[in-house]
Structures are given as structure tokens and as C-alpha cells.
């Protein structure tokens, strides 16, 4: 069994940034893909970023590149995600998640943990 504990939301303005951390424990990351999934009030959860287990492999949406960073720690099982240039449309709740896969992929249903979120507010 995971879990997956997701910290660091909060209430900003625009332009202010944010680091988000997820903690792991139970089971280990091991190789498998970790990813960042959001969900505004009355939309899906969509994919915002993922990185391999080296860290050499990176992926992220669209909107958020060049503002957001991925990164992992494997000694500790710590995951961040460095927003930066926060906008209101980044305004979701931020999910935490393991994939079993070593490989990247953007469905939602391609990883098998979650945490339960963290709320990021951006005012304009």
C-alpha cells in the first residue's frame, strides 16, 4: 500500500510562486513515474507534469511550461513541483501520483496512486 501526502498549497496572487511537495510512504517509488495532476472546480483532472525515475525525463502541459519545475528525491520519496509566474487559471486542487509504469504518459488512468490534494488559489 501507498500513500501519498501532498503539501505547500495556499492562497496567492498572481505572478507570486508556490512549491508544492507530495511524500511517499509504504511503498517505495522504486523506477516508477511520478507525476502532478490538477483539478479546477467543474473540470476533469488533467495531466500538469511527470518526470522519470532519474529525473532525466521530464514532461509537462502546455500552459505551464517554462513556469513549473518537476523534481524527485528517491533517497527520501519526496516529489516537488516549483510553480512559478502563478496565474488565476492555475487555481486548482493539485494531486500527488505514482504511476507503475517507468514511462511517461499523461492518462490519468496510467497511475495507480493518489493523494488526496492540495489547494492552490491564485487571485488576479
Known amino acids: 500500500q501507498v500513500q501519498l501526502v501532498e503539501s505547500g498549497g495556499g492562497l496567492v496572487q498572481a505572478g507570486d510562486s508556490l512549491r508544492l511537495s507530495c511524500a511517499a510512504s509504504?511503498?517505495?517509488?522504486?523506477?516508477?513515474?511520478m507525476g502532478w495532476f490538477r483539478q479546477a472546480p467543474g473540470k476533469e483532472r488533467e495531466f500538469v507534469a511527470a518526470?522519470?525515475?532519474?529525473?532525466?525525463?521530464?514532461h509537462y502541459r502546455d500552459s505551464v511550461k517554462g513556469r513549473f519545475t518537476i523534481s524527485r528525491y528517491n533517497a527520501n520519496n519526496t516529489m516537488d513541483l516549483q510553480m512559478n509566474s502563478l496565474k488565476p487559471e492555475d487555481t486548482a486542487v493539485y494531486y500527488c501520483?505514482?504511476?507503475?509504469?517507468?514511462?511517461?504518459?499523461?492518462?490519468?488512468?496510467?497511475?495507480?496512486?493518489w493523494g488526496r490534494g492540495t489547494q492552490v488559489t491564485v487571485s488576479s
Open positions: 501520483a505514482q504511476s507503475l509504469s517507468a514511462v511517461i504518459y499523461t492518462d490519468r488512468a496510467r497511475y495507480r496512486y
Open positions: 509504504g511503498r517505495t517509488f522504486g523506477r516508477d513515474v
Open positions: 518526470i522519470t525515475w532519474g529525473g532525466g525525463n521530464t
